[in-house]
């Protein structure tokens, strides 16, 4: 595609869907054909925008110099966020590597210009070649994903950056599950360094709740179906794996069946077990000694931390809320009363 604007000036245009570059060379005046335009002749006239067929005229007209390769459209769009910041997604405005510093360039110029904050590129892995030069104009590694990076630079010099650090705390989940007959269910990892019983559980997965994530663990462990009854406790450690923090929520958990079947791929054994044998076993550390005892101790003084879900008034979007309740459900307080049934037929025996 070629086309020529006055003075034997011909512009070859070279259109890439991210930009027009413009080529100049001393020949005959004549405007070829872009795309499904017809062919026309401009004549001997001083250049202006206006000669530039419709099709290609808002990019031509955004910036133009004489000397050299011109990129046209040379800045990137983004979206703009609620704290003046600009977000670069590579997936939706792809830019051929050649291109891609000068018009980073010409971007960060205008940004600066315009007072934005936080610039952000999420790099997907097709554009990866661009991470090496935006680490030249001083961005920072801020998060990675499969898929994605994402690179961030923060630009008023006058101003202390306050963009937060990305995730930095692994959230999981451990059950107390008791049954009829006061037994624990209880696991010993297949992988575990020192071989000890444990109660079931795992890492809770994005966008899942506490409640759930244990139901789902424990069915996934021991193939027991069960249901929520209430938040435990909390343990909260640092520099655990890959150096994040690490919170670790217990809940009770009522059982809905019996029979197990633990899962090969990572448990060794899996069995229900009498409480006081889990209170006083060697192999039980005590933080897991420590959760069973508050659930004994909230049953019996039926005081719970229930959930109660609903939406978020500003947000607009589910939460869970956790609170103490004085008045704990039937379901606690029947179990309460079996559990002082079975401790008075044993003292009984």
Same mark, same amino acid.
């Given at each position: 595609m070629t086309g020529i604007y006055s003075r034997r000036l011909c512009v070859d245009v070279v259109d890439n869907t991210s930009a027009l570059v413009l080529r100049f060379?001393?020949?005959?005046?004549?405007?070829? @054909?872009?795309? @499904?335009?017809?062919?026309?002749?401009?004549?001997?006239?001083?250049? !202006?925008?206006s000669f530039i067929p419709q099709c290609a005229a808002k990019k031509f007209t955004k910036s133009m110099t004489t000397v050299g390769d011109i990129a046209l459209n040379e800045v990137f769009?983004?979206?703009?966020?609620?704290?003046?910041?600009? !977000?670069?997604?590579?997936?939706?405005?792809?830019?051929?590597?050649?291109?891609?510093?000068?018009?980073?360039?010409a971007s960060l110029k205008q940004w600066t210009e315009k007072n934005f904050r936080g610039i952000w590129f999420n790099v997907t892995l097709e554009h990866a070649d661009w991470v090496p030069v935006?680490?030249?104009?001083?961005?920072?590694?801020?998060?990675?994903k499969p898929g994605y990076v994402m /690179?961030?630079?923060?630009?008023?010099?006058?101003?202390?950056?306050?963009i937060p650090p990305f995730a930095h705390t692994m959230i999981g989940v451990g059950a107390v599950v008791m049954n009829k007959a006061h037994e624990i269910l209880v696991v010993r990892e297949k992988y575990s360094v020192i071989q000890?019983?444990?109660?079931p559980g795992g890492y809770v997965e994005p966008g899942e709740d506490i409640g759930d994530a244990a139901i789902r663990e424990v069915l996934e462990e021991t193939n027991i179906q069960s249901e929520f009854q209430f938040l435990i406790s909390l343990r909260? !450690?640092?520099?655990? /794996?890959?150096?994040? @923090?690490?919170?670790?929520?217990?809940?009770?958990?009522?059982?809905?069946?019996?029979?197990?079947?633990?899962?090969?791929?990572?448990?060794?054994v899996c069995e229900w077990m009498k409480v006081e044998e889990f209170l006083h076993h060697p192999e039980v550390h005590e933080t897991n000694r420590y959760f069973v005892r508050k659930y004994l101790e909230y049953l019996e003084n039926q005081v719970t931390v229930e959930c109660a879900k609903g939406i978020h008034p500003l947000l607009q979007k589910p939460q869970c809320v956790y609170s103490i309740d004085f008045n704990p459900n039937a !379901?606690? @307080?029947?179990?309460?009363?079996?559990?002082?049934?079975?401790?008075?037929?044993?003292?009984?025996i």
């Amino acid at each position: 595609m070629t086309g020529i604007y006055s003075r034997r000036l011909c512009v070859d245009v070279v259109d890439n869907t991210s930009a027009l570059v413009l080529r100049f060379y001393d020949v005959p005046v004549l405007v070829l @054909s872009i795309s @499904s335009l017809q062919p026309c002749h401009l004549g001997y006239q001083d250049y !202006t925008p206006s000669f530039i067929p419709q099709c290609a005229a808002k990019k031509f007209t955004k910036s133009m110099t004489t000397v050299g390769d011109i990129a046209l459209n040379e800045v990137f769009q983004g979206q703009e966020d609620r704290f003046h910041g600009i !977000t670069v997604d590579s997936s939706k405005e792809s830019c051929d590597i050649s291109v891609f510093p000068k018009k980073l360039e010409a971007s960060l110029k205008q940004w600066t210009e315009k007072n934005f904050r936080g610039i952000w590129f999420n790099v997907t892995l097709e554009h990866a070649d661009w991470v090496p030069v935006l680490a030249k104009n001083e961005f920072q590694f801020h998060h990675a994903k499969p898929g994605y990076v994402m /690179m961030y630079r923060w630009l008023p010099a006058a101003e202390v950056c306050n963009i937060p650090p990305f995730a930095h705390t692994m959230i999981g989940v451990g059950a107390v599950v008791m049954n009829k007959a006061h037994e624990i269910l209880v696991v010993r990892e297949k992988y575990s360094v020192i071989q000890h019983w444990k109660l079931p559980g795992g890492y809770v997965e994005p966008g899942e709740d506490i409640g759930d994530a244990a139901i789902r663990e424990v069915l996934e462990e021991t193939n027991i179906q069960s249901e929520f009854q209430f938040l435990i406790s909390l343990r909260h !450690t640092h520099h655990g /794996m890959f150096k994040c @923090s690490d919170i670790y929520f217990v809940v009770g958990l009522k059982p809905l069946s019996e029979d197990i079947v633990k899962c090969n791929r990572e448990i060794a054994v899996c069995e229900w077990m009498k409480v006081e044998e889990f209170l006083h076993h060697p192999e039980v550390h005590e933080t897991n000694r420590y959760f069973v005892r508050k659930y004994l101790e909230y049953l019996e003084n039926q005081v719970t931390v229930e959930c109660a879900k609903g939406i978020h008034p500003l947000l607009q979007k589910p939460q869970c809320v956790y609170s103490i309740d004085f008045n704990p459900n039937a !379901t606690a @307080s029947e179990e309460l009363l079996q559990r002082k049934a079975h401790e008075n037929s044993c003292c009984r025996i």
